[in-house]
């Protein structure tokens, strides 16, 4: 029964560390602040979309279809989606991240 109990404290105490990993890892989310980082930086180079097409109305990043918010890209899932795989690529291919909005764009 003893080490019954030894092995249930150290799970909790497990828990315990997760849990306090868990919300400092909430707080330094590296990947959220790159991308609000990038949404700044854009906003300062763009009005509308750099990848909205104001003649067709449609998106290039989704080009199956039409761009339902018109060209505001704060907050949008398609550019918000597209700046999440760009970071998933560049970590994973353990590259530098790219500091301004147009440097991302150049990057292939």
């Known amino acids: 029964m003893s080490s ?6 150290s ?4 828990n315990k560390a997760l849990a ?7 707080k330094k ?15 300062t180079y763009y009005k509308v979309c ?5 003649k067709t109305s449609k998106c290039f990043l ?4 039409k761009c339902t918010r018109e060209g505001r ?5 398609v550019f918000m989606k597209f700046l999440e795989d760009k970071y998933q690529e560049l970590t994973a291919k353990k590259k530098i ?10 990057t292939v």
């Not at 799970?11 to 497990?14: N, P």
């Not at 306090?20 to 909430?26: G, V």
């Open 20 to 26: 306090k990993a868990e919300k400092e890892a909430e």
């Open 29 to 43: 989310d590296h990947k959220r602040i790159w991308i609000e980082k990038m949404m700044k930086s854009a906003k």
């Open 4 to 9: 019954n109990k030894s092995v249930k404290m």
């Open 62 to 65: 989704d080009l199956a279809n």
């Open 50 to 54: 750099p990848y909205y097409d104001k």
């Open 73 to 77: 890209y704060d907050n949008c899932p």
């Open 97 to 106: 991240l790219p500091l301004d909005f147009l440097d991302l764009a150049q």
């Open 11 to 14: 799970e909790e105490e497990i």
